[in-house]
């Protein structure tokens, strides 16, 4: 008997535009180009104003990589995403002589939530010395604010900046902040841009008041890497890898002479037909269920229980740190023509 599930009364937490693209099969008003530069995966999508992601209007830009800890990488991503900012603030009619407004968002004393915070530490902040008086043409100006979180301040951080806003007149923002994935492939590995703005907090379910040019009225770019998955989404993950992993050895195990190198092999890599009965072997009823139906049972059984919870890596406190200095290093080289 299959389970029958209701695929529309659940949503997985996600900020990822790319994710809602992997799991629809219908994208009516949306526009997706991939391309690949120096080993880095890029993905375009433009949305119009109706599409079935349901979501803003606008650009998305998806920086997709495997290492960021290493220099070589770093150096690579670190350029791309040079190029692909630049590209956005021309899109957006962004002037070199703009003054930018930067908020660092999220909770600092949460490593997965901190990236915004560690990132406007690095920040090159210059409208004090303007208010001086002059400064070498090749730096524009530039404010900083980390505003913390709600539960902190009892303020709504679009009340924070909106105010701050009014009162310095800046001609565009750049927030940046840590989001959540619909996908553990994508933790840490995965920059976002858009320029639709932010709603800080929605990957979690505890969406607060929007960030962009609608309610704040000047053009806001966004900046987020996803760092926390939902543990409902592990699981999922795990059966499907358990079910590549046994449809490789079923197949690879065929051959002898595969024996030697058998465990040192990654099965990822290869092209694995898994199909409905080798599921259906090693999962039973469950095995009947596409990717999307088990991952709402499994937040079926989780979430009364309290157990579906938000998950990140063991090594975060060192990614972060390289996460937040690649973008900061960025984002101040596209500010300033340093």
């Known amino acids: 008997m299959k389970h029958e599930i209701n695929l529309s009364n659940i949503d997985i937490h996600t900020d990822l535009a790319i994710d809602v693209i992997d799991k629809i099969s219908s994208l009516d008003g949306v526009k ?5 530069v120096d080993g880095v995966s890029i993905t375009d999508v433009k949305l119009e104003k109706k599409n079935s992601l349901n979501k803003k209007e606008g650009n998305y830009i998806t920086i997709e990589f495997d290492d960021v800890t290493d220099s070589t990488n ?19 009619n962004i002037k070199d002589s703009d003054t930018c407004l930067f908020i660092g968002l999220g909770n600092a004393k949460s490593t997965p939530d901190s990236l915004g915070p560690k990132v406007s530490k690095d920040i090159i902040v210059t409208k004090h010395i303007y208010d001086l008086g002059q400064l070498d043409s090749k730096y524009r100006v530039v404010s900083v604010i980390s505003p913390g979180v709600s539960a902190n301040t009892g303020i709504e951080t ?3 900046v909106d105010s701050i806003v009014k009162k310095i007149r800046p001609n565009f923002i750049i927030a940046v902040d840590a989001l959540a994935s619909g996908s553990i ?5 995965t920059i ?3 320029d639709t703005g932010i709603h800080p907090g929605s990957g979690i379910g505890n969406a607060r008041k929007e960030i962009s040019k609608s309610t704040i009225g000047i053009p806001v770019i966004a900046i987020g890497v996803p760092t926390v998955v ?4 592990i699981v999922a993950d795990t059966i499907n890898y358990m079910y590549k992993h046994y449809a490789f050895n079923k197949e690879y195990s065929k051959n002898p002479k595969s024996k030697l190198t058998f465990n040192n092999v990654n099965y990822l890599n290869k092209n694995i ?5 080798d ?4 999962f039973g009823l469950i095995g009947k269920l596409n990717s999307d139906e088990v991952k709402i049972l499994i937040n079926e059984v989780l979430n009364p229980i309290g157990y579906n919870l938000m998950v990140t890596p063991k090594e975060i406190d060192f990614v972060i740190d390289r996460l937040s200095t690649l973008i900061s290093c960025s984002v101040n080289e596209m500010l300033h023509d340093i």
């Open 185 to 189: 492939d994508r933790v840490n590995k």
């Open 230 to 233: 939902d543990a409902s989404v």
């Open 273 to 277: 037909v898994i199909n409905t009965k």
């Open 192 to 194: 976002q841009m858009t």
């Open 279 to 282: 599921k259906e072997d090693l």
């Open 158 to 160: 679009s009340d924070i």
């Open 74 to 92: 770093y150096n690579k991503i670190k350029e791309v995403v040079k190029l692909e900012l630049n590209s956005l603030m021309c899109k957006m």
């Open 32 to 36: 997706q180009v991939i391309r690949n």
